[in-house]
């Protein structure tokens, strides 16, 4: 028997491990949300939990190894003082350009991910 278009997700490509991540948390405020916006010399990040609700405004994060150490600062002072584990941390972006590897390759992903 074939679903109607009513009873069908528009979440069927959703991540597993992300739901299983938000699950896990007990509470979307227990997530820790890093979004990226790559670019050639300097990067944005900006650090929201899994509401939505902003916890660090935007900050740059310059395309070298001392941005990178700055953003993994950021992060980790951030869950820290909410008390999110580093299991509940999710760094997630645009599609990598060439030099938007940097900053993703070089943060240590977290056990979830």
């Known amino acids: ?5 009513a009873n ?12 299983a991540l938000f699950e896990r948390a007990g509470s979307a405020r227990k997530v820790l949300c890093v ?5 050639k010399r300097k990067h944005v990040a900006l650090i929201c939990d899994g509401n939505g ?3 660090k405004s ?5 395309n070298n190894t001392a941005g990178i150490e700055h953003l993994i600062k950021e992060i980790s002072a951030t869950a820290r003082h909410r008390k999110i584990p ?3 941390i999710i760094l997630g972006g645009e599609d990598e350009a060439a030099y938007g590897a940097t900053p993703s390759s ?7 991910c």
Do not use: G, H, T, W
């Open 58 to 62: 935007s900050f740059p994060v310059e």
């Open 106 to 112: 070089c943060v240590p992903k977290p056990p979830c």
């Open 8 to 19: 069908q997700s528009v979440y069927r490509n959703q991540n597993s491990l992300i739901r």
């Open 35 to 39: 979004a990226l916006d790559y670019a």
């Open 86 to 88: 580093q299991n509940q």
């Open 1 to 5: 028997m074939k679903k109607s278009k």
């Open 53 to 55: 609700d902003v916890l």
